[in-house]
């Protein structure tokens, strides 16, 4: 018998599909406010047939795309499962991406990911999040994890992220344990995307942390 949690998750995605269908083929994005971004989530273990997960897949692809945005875990579409979806094509300026070792990320599906500190160094930038339209803030990152997740055949694996991925990833496992990076910024640094434009689009933090009188960590926390 289907475990109760387990079939609210299918009607989920089930919802969830129906939109992107009877809509652009997109997942509209819950926001800041829902409780589904504050509850934890359940472990993929094979709840909807390899079919439907490569559909959500699919709309979830679309979703993040379209946003645009990075990344997207599946709470931010209604979905109370332990999956996300990250993609970064690092489009931006030459010393930007090599201040925040920002390069390409392959679509890559996040299917129960966890992850670690790998190298006790903190990282911090301005970032922002789908479900949280129209601002931006200063997160502290671990500058480099090791990532446990699972393969489409439910094989573990463990690699090393480092960067911007490393943000990235952080962020969206995060959501997958009910937790938006407002939780984790430097609020004197909350910025709308305005402002974030106009002021603060140096390569790093600095010039903000001093103007708005925020802390950049730069001791190791190990
Ligand atoms: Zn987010």
């Not at 018998?1 to 969830?16: F, K, L, N, P, T």
């Not at 094509?89 to 392959?106: G, I, K, S, W």
Request: hydrophobic share 40%.
């Amino acid at each position: 018998m289907m475990r109760s949690r387990d079939r609210a998750v299918s009607e989920q995605i089930e919802i969830a599909l129906e939109a992107a269908e009877r809509g652009d083929g997109t997942i509209p994005i819950v926001e800041a406010g829902d409780p589904i971004l504050r509850q934890p989530t359940v472990p993929f273990d094979g709840q909807v047939d390899d079919d439907v997960l490569l559909q959500l897949l699919l709309a979830m692809r679309l979703t993040v795309r379209s946003a645009p945005g990075v990344g997207l875990a599946c709470p931010q579409v209604g979905i109370g499962l332990r999956l996300a979806v990250v993609e970064d094509p690092a489009t931006v300026p030459e010393d930007v991406a090599r201040v925040r070792e920002r390069e390409l990320l392959p679509f890559t599906p996040l299917i129960n990911p966890e992850y670690r500190d790998a190298s006790g160094e903190l990282a911090s930038f301005y970032e922002g999040c789908l479900s949280v339209p129209g601002y931006q803030a200063v997160v502290p990152r671990h500058r480099k994890i090791i990532l446990s997740a699972q393969d489409n055949e439910g094989t573990a694996y463990e690699r090393e992220v480092t960067g911007w991925s490393a943000r990235i990833v952080q962020h969206e496992t995060d959501h997958l344990d009910g937790i938006l990076y407002l939780d984790r910024a430097e609020m004197r640094s909350l910025a709308t995307n305005e402002q974030v434009a106009r002021w603060w689009n140096q390569p790093d933090a600095q010039a903000a942390a001093l103007a708005l009188g925020f802390e950049l960590p730069d001791t190791p926390i190990m």
